[in-house]
Every structure is written in C-alpha cells, then in structure tokens.
C-alpha cells in the first residue's frame, strides 16, 4: 500500500483495480465504474488536489536524483479514443507536477518526415530524459490502432508490430524507463454528449473534427483493435492498466494513483550534497 493511503477510499489499490489481465474484455468494460475506488466526485477531486501535491514531491525528487547522474525516468503512456479525456489528464494530472520536469510529446497523422521513417523513430525520439516524467498523449500503439482498423498498412505488417512493440518496450525499461500504459476508455453514449458539447460551445469547437464522427461508425472494429492490443502487449515490465473514463473525477485520480505508484517504487531519495555542507555554510557566513 502506498504511503499516505491509510484510510483512503481505495478499498483495492488502483494499481490492482485496474490492471488489465488475460480476462480483460474491451467489449465488457463498464465506463462508469470505478474499480477499487469508494466515494463521490466531491472526495475524489479534493482527493486530487492532495495526492497531486504528493506527486509533486515525487517528481521534484526524480528530477533532482537525474541532475546528479540517476539515469531513470517514467514514462506515462496515453490512449484513448476521442473525447476520452486525455487531454484533460495532462492538464489535471501531470499539471500538479512543475512543467520542467515533463517530457511531453502527442502523436497525430505522421508527418511527411515521419512517414519516411519506421513507425518508431519519432517515438524514440520524444523518449523522456533521465529524470523526466515522459508523457505520450497517443503513441506508437496508433500503428496497431488506427492503421489497424484503417488497414493504412496491410496485416502482414501491422500484425508483426505487437512483439516488435514489446521487444522495443523491453529496450526502453532496461535503460531506466518505468513504463505505465494507460487505455481510456469512455462509451459510445458519453462520447456522443461529449462530441455535442463541442458543438454547442464555440469555445469548444476547436476540439471538435468531423472525422470523429465517421469514427464512431468503426467502434466495433476499434474494440477489437483495442482488444488485441490489450492482449498482445500487456507484459509484465510495461504493464496495461483500464481506466473508466466516463467520469473524468476518477480517471484523473486513477492515473495519478499509477503515477505515484510507480515513482514510489523508483525509492527515491534526495540526492546527497556533492560538497562539504558545513564548510559551505561557514564560507557562506564569512562572505
Ligand atoms: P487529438 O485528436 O488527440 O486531439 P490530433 O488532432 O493531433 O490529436 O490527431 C490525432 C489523430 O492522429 C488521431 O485521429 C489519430 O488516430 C491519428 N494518428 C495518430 N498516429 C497515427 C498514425 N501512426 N497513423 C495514422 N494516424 C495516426
């Protein structure tokens, strides 16, 4: 059990709760639950602000441990279908944190560049810094995902990309990276209402694409697409957690429970003075 949690509302840490396992259905989910969690959105949002704070000490202490040569860093992995919230996890979430020590990085259509590339170069390369939390707002989980369900290539390629994935995920925790993948999921229904909300607010519809309503149409095959990511690439060392998205209070705590969850594992301290400090507080004195 994580420190601070006695008599916290998780009955069952998050960690647990939401891990996904090999009888994770997709098709099953329920949007609205909150696995493992015991209380209301008023308890979870101040439960936020408190854990966000924590957080915030854990990376400080990340951040501080890889300025003197730690070489580990945490990678938060995002997915979602539109509307799921994962913007918004960025802002509520990893907002707690101070922004220097955030390797952010999104992945929309493959740039012309990109495109000459293998799917992984431009994940590589936004690949978090020692001492960084690393966030992919989408990933190179879209090349099993969308180019799946729009075969943007053909199987023969997509299918091979699952072992590649995990063989390149091995790669990147064996250098110091802790790995959390997170899966948003929200339903059909809360993804309507969320979509006609853009529409209403014009200050919402910058969000708004159309393309997101020829998508709804493919749900089944995103399901499925989703499924076999799931299946195929939930490996012990870069774990697949569910979140149920459909109230955003809960999947903003969920995640930052994982968060801190895997900085605590990481055990840190604060880094040890590189130079004498008595001598450095006498000099000080004297100056
Ligand atoms: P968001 O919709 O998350 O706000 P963008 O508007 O930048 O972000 O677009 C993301 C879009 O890019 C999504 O529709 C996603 O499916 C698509 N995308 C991401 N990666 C790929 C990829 N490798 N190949 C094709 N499309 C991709």
Do not use: C
């Amino acid at each position: 059990m994580s420190k601070d949690t006695e008599n916290s509302p998780w009955t069952i840490p998050a960690t647990e709760a939401l891990r996904a396992g090999p009888h994770t259905r997709v098709a099953d989910i329920d949007a609205d639950a909150t696995p493992g969690f015991e209380g209301d959105k008023e308890l979870g949002t101040r439960l936020l602000e408190e854990r966000g704070a924590y957080l915030s000490d854990l990376q400080e202490k990340l951040f501080a441990n890889g300025r003197s040569g730690d070489r580990r860093s945490v990678l938060l992995v995002l997915q979602g279908m539109d509307t799921a919230g994962k913007g918004g996890m960025v802002r509520h979430v990893i907002g707690h944190v101070d922004p220097q020590g955030v390797d952010h990085a999104s992945f929309g259509v493959p740039t012309p560049e990109e495109k000459q590339h293998h799917y992984l170069w431009r994940i590589n390369k936004a690949l978090p810094r020692a001492g960084q939390i690393g966030v992919f707002d989408r990933s190179h989980y879209e090349d099993v995902l969308v180019v799946r369900v729009h075969n943007l290539v053909p199987e023969k390629v997509w299918s091979t990309r699952y072992d590649e994935i995990n063989q390149f995920e091995r790669e990147i925790v064996d250098n110091g990276t802790t790995i959390v993948k997170v899966a948003m999921f929200v339903s059909l229904d809360e993804q309507k209402k969320r979509l006609a909300e853009r529409l209403e607010r014009p200050d919402k519809h910058w969000k708004y694409n159309p393309s997101d309503v020829t998508e709804r149409a493919l749900w089944p095959e995103y399901q499925e697409a989703y499924q076999a990511m799931l299946d195929k690439t939930n490996t012990d060392y870069a774990p697949w957690y569910v979140i149920p998205s459909n109230r955003k209070w809960f999947s903003r705590i969920a995640v930052g429970e994982l968060l801190i969850d895997a900085l605590e594992r990481l055990d840190l301290d604060w880094p040890a003075a590189q130079f004498d400090v008595e001598l450095e507080k006498k000099r000080l004195a004297q100056s």
